[in-house]
């Protein structure tokens, strides 16, 4: 079993290099790499063995006398047969290194995406899906590219330089000096681009992120710009957008451009004066070299210069690279997660509430949320929350659900500290209806059970028709198994409001939470949902935040709020007749006017 410890969820990366992160990610694929880098070594070998061998062919023609020609079918045959293994090592090869990569995207992908579920709610107001959704797709799949790279590139520049160089050392020793002038241009070129090319990839990726967050808001926005007829002004935003991207992308590209011109120009200068040069040595017998020698040299000079060439141009390759591993770090780095680990579990819930003064207030802002605020709620209990826009209604939905925990005060649930407890396995026994049903792309099946398994139609069609709503779904061509589409475009909204609560019926939940649940329905909906959440509250602690004050009137108590604090509690013929706040509501909706 893995060590939790062990895992991209659990590593800590904050401070560290880009490459150590990169090999701890690959650690469980050590073995396959490093059998890989073995495969890889003795499928290139053709590369670097046959200007040597090519240097001993000529050398047998320019001196018959010295040789035998036989020698000039051993070394070919020696070549063919190295040739020939390129094809089942490569494969070898090729596979052993897309199996780590592979198996590397599909675990960095998993953590991240369990990280997701580990952040605090707060995480998601300050991040756009298109942002987190870039990082799960394209950074890893750049962190996947950069693996093969620095095989492909990388790893071939270095065998190629590393055995050039050995050769020349024994068959032509002073030949080096003339090498090592073409290592401080390389080095030159990398180091004085290397800031330029990654600022702007840095730049590339904000805009890809930002354009792939446009594109969400367009696709979400298509109802509201048809019905207004603002296709132009969608399209105006979006296009700039892409412009962005376009420019950032233009300026990458010139500089790689810059960065690849100058050092062929210059390498390939080096190439034609390593030939004239050896041409020279040979002819004037400067440095003992043969005819084979300079084929030889000229290759390896070649092989030289094009692995240095081949190192620069992976620079940005390789920023790319390390711009993801950044760019997912900030999603595995982040602290803001909800803490659960080492807190007690959650077994039984019989849906007892117990405020003691508390207090919330949101980072970056000064005033609380909700302050003071004390209230004991008795298991099945029916508790309403009114009040104007924000009085912190929706900041106490939050808290008893745990999304938040108070900055001050208590919550007690069926006697014990909410701070305390496994909030993970509390929330097994809390179901939310909120204003908007949230369904994915799937059968109305799948959607009702979500998360839960070996489910029996006939469970599923009770909460159905508990929630009003066998009625529209026995008439659909496939039932149960009909396709909602995504987020239930294919539904209505009373229709999808209606398969929301059968969710939360089928779970049985002891604690309800009502956001607005029927506020944006009609009236002939709002009837139908509103006798089956008679049915889902019934015999369970509930809390019910509603704009419709006509929907909450047989609430066991009604909790009236202004800017984070109770006002005043009571039932509801209690508050209308208080004259309080809950009365002027109550007025302003009935049609009286009545002084704030």
Not at 186 to 201: D, F, G, P, T
Not at 516 to 523: K, Y
């Amino acid at each position: 079993m893995q060590n939790p410890h062990n895992s991209p969820l659990e590593h800590r990366f904050s401070g560290e290099h880009p490459l150590r992160t990169l090999l701890f990610l690959y650690r469980e694929e050590r073995t396959r790499l490093i059998w890989g880098a073995v495969l890889y070594v003795i499928k290139h070998s053709p590369v670097w063995v046959m200007p040597l061998m090519t240097a001993r062919i000529i050398d047998i023609v320019a001196e018959p006398e010295k040789h035998s020609l036989n020698e000039i079918w051993f070394n070919a045959g020696i070549l063919l047969a190295i040739l020939i293994q390129n094809i089942p090592v490569n494969y070898l090869c090729v596979r052993s290194i897309s199996h780590a990569a592979r198996s590397m995207e599909t675990r960095l992908r998993s953590a991240i995406c369990r990280r997701l579920q580990h952040l605090s709610i707060g995480y998601y107001t300050r991040q756009s899906a298109g942002t987190l959704q870039t990082k799960v797709l394209r950074d890893v799949e750049s962190i996947e590219q950069l693996t093969r790279g620095l095989f492909d590139s990388v790893g071939t520049a270095f065998i190629n330089l590393g055995f050039a160089l050995a050769v020349t050392a024994y068959r032509a020793p002073w030949f080096l000096v003339f090498f090592a002038g073409s290592i401080p241009v390389a080095v030159i070129l990398v180091r004085s681009l290397h800031k330029h090319v990654s600022e702007r990839n840095t730049k590339l990726r904000q805009e890809i992120e930002q354009m792939s967050n446009r594109v969400i808001e367009m696709t979400n926005l298509i109802p509201i710009t048809r019905a207004h007829g603002l296709e132009t002004s969608a399209l105006e935003r979006i296009e700039n957008s892409l412009e962005r991207v376009r420019d950032a992308g233009l300026k990458v590209d010139e500089i790689n451009s810059v960065f690849g011109a100058i050092s062929w120009v210059v390498f390939n200068f080096f190439n034609s004066a390593c030939l004239v040069f050896a041409a020279w040595a040979c002819a004037t017998q400067f440095i003992p070299i043969t005819l084979g020698d300079i084929v030889m040299l000229t290759g390896y000079f070649g092989m030289l210069t094009g692995s240095v060439l081949a190192l620069a141009n992976s620079a940005p390759m390789i920023l790319r690279g390390y711009e993801a591993v950044r760019s997912i770090g900030e999603v595995l780095e982040c602290p803001d997660l909800e803490q659960n680990e080492g807190k007690a579990p959650v077994n039984a819930v019989s849906g007892e509430f117990r405020f003691s003064d508390v207090g919330f207030r949101y980072e970056g802002v000064e005033a609380h949320a909700v302050r003071d605020f004390s209230l004991h709620v008795r298991p099945g209990e029916t508790i309403a929350l009114v009040g104007p826009s924000g009085a912190g209604k929706s900041t106490v939905l939050n808290l008893v659900i745990g999304f938040i925990r108070p900055t001050s005060g208590t919550i007690l649930i069926d006697g014990r500290d909410m701070a305390a407890l496994d909030l993970r396995t509390y929330r097994r026994f809390v179901s939310v209806v909120p204003q908007e049903s949230i369904l994915f792309d799937g059968t109305i099946r799948e959607n009702i059970t979500y998360g839960m398994k070996s489910v029996s139609d006939e469970r599923i069609t009770t909460a159905l028709r508990d929630a009003n709503a066998w009625e529209f779904v026995e008439k659909l061509p496939e039932g149960i198994q009909t396709q909602v589409g995504e987020k239930g475009a294919r539904l209505s909204g009373g229709q999808k409001q209606r398969l929301a609560i059968a969710r939360a019926l089928i779970r049985d939940p002891r604690v309800l939470i009502l956001d607005e649940a029927t506020s944006a329905l009609d009236s002939e909906s709002e009837a139908l949902i509103q006798e089956a959440l008679e049915r889902l509250m019934k015999g369970r602690t509930t809390f019910v935040v509603a704009h419709r004050l006509s929907t909450i009137r047989n609430a066991d108590r009604i909790v009236a709020m202004r800017a984070g604090r109770i006002e005043e509690i009571g039932s509801h013929d209690e508050l209308v007749k208080t004259g309080g706040l809950y009365s002027q509501l109550h007025a302003r909706q009935s049609g009286g006017r009545l002084e704030e």
